[in-house]
């Protein structure tokens, strides 16, 4: 039992520096930053521009729709590497299961095709 504890030491030492660096320098560029503020430097830019206008303006709920079904593909296509790297020790069982994702994978494409979710009007 106590070979198993000393084991997460590395673990625990590297979370304490992570925490400690993150929280160090947070405090010191907050007491070391300048601290002078103005009308002009308080007011909201945009990459250097002026804003104009209301920043409140409607986006079309596509923008939305396609980088939620990118995200959603992504994510789906990450389970690739892990099968392709175990390809040989999974046999046919993994290719199997594998089919049957890639079958719904496809399915979901042709779906989001045929709902014209990535046509933009």
């Known amino acids: 039992m106590q070979s198993d504890q000393l084991s997460y030491i ?7 520096l992570a925490v400690g660096f993150v929280v160090g320098t947070i405090i010191i560029s907050g007491k070391l ?3 002078r ?9 945009e990459c250097g521009v ?8 409607p986006f079309s ?13 992504d994510v789906e296509v990450i389970f690739l ?3 392709a ?3 040989k020790e999974l046999g046919m069982e993994g290719m199997v299961k594998m089919v049957i994702f890639m079958s719904l994978l496809l399915i ?10 990535l046509e933009w009007e």
């Open 10 to 16: 590395p673990i625990l030492m590297q979370l304490v």
């Open 33 to 35: 930053g300048p601290k």
């Open 37 to 45: 503020s103005s009308e002009a430097k308080d007011k909201n830019f």
């Open 50 to 57: 002026e804003s104009v206008g209301n920043a409140r303006i």
């Open 61 to 73: 709920v596509k923008y939305f729709l396609v980088a939620i079904l990118f995200v959603l593909f």
């Open 81 to 83: 590497y892990p099968w």
């Open 85 to 87: 790297v175990n390809f």
């Open 108 to 117: 979901g494409f042709f779906y989001i095709i045929k709902k014209k979710a």
